[in-house]
């Protein structure tokens, strides 16, 4: 396939999508996730939202962290030198840009592995990802390796427990909206009871998943991840 969707770089496809873990406050959590078989978490930065931490708890995070998961760094509309404060100090490669970032922001973090954020509104989707694969192309963002298809005007980025137009996600991955790009990540009000169906539907590289399992605001649910886990398994399976 050649949207992004469940295969590697060389082709072969994945046994099932990836699956991160975002707004992760705890240490318990990170090892929550990665103990049910997640292969990356999110740690917010941006300081105006409510799962946002500091350095020392990122450290924290960051020492309970088993090996070959993957913390990813998530920011909204900062400027880039702040952005490379936070990965230097914390030792990150993986930045998520969940604002309005544009190609220039994208472009400096050249030497990060960077995953964007768009609105995956039915009526602008097409337009904003046909800009991005011009900006791809011309400017070899070759380090942007995904979009994460976020619930469109929220009122905040991440973590809202809104559910995405899904279908209509489903009929511009059929008009092709999404061939030629780096991978698709599905977000936006995933939970262990939709999210076999979410993957069945639009055979996404990764889901990321925040307050779909949680049990209460900012504290995950170690059995809400092992159900998902398991679900995301189930819906690619045999």
Known sequence: MDNGQLTMDNGRPL?????????????????????????????????????????????????ALPAFVTPVGLFVDQDVDEIRHVAAALHLRHIQLHGHESEDVVAALRDFTVLKAVRAARETLKVELDCWRENIASMELTHLRGFVLETPATGGPGGTGVENDWAAIADLQRAGVFDGLPAIIAAGGLRPENVADVVRRIRPYAVDVSSGVEATFGEKSAEKIDRLVAEVARATGP
Not at 38 to 47: E, N
Not at 50 to 61: N, P, Q, S, V
């Open 15 to 63: 046994s099932r999508p990836r699956i991160k873990i975002c707004g992760v406050t705890r240490p318990q959590d990170a090892v929550a996730a990665a103990q049910a078989g997640a292969d990356a978490i999110g740690m917010v930065f941006y300081p105006q939202a409510r799962r946002c931490i500091t350095l020392d708890r990122a450290r924290e995070i960051l020492r």
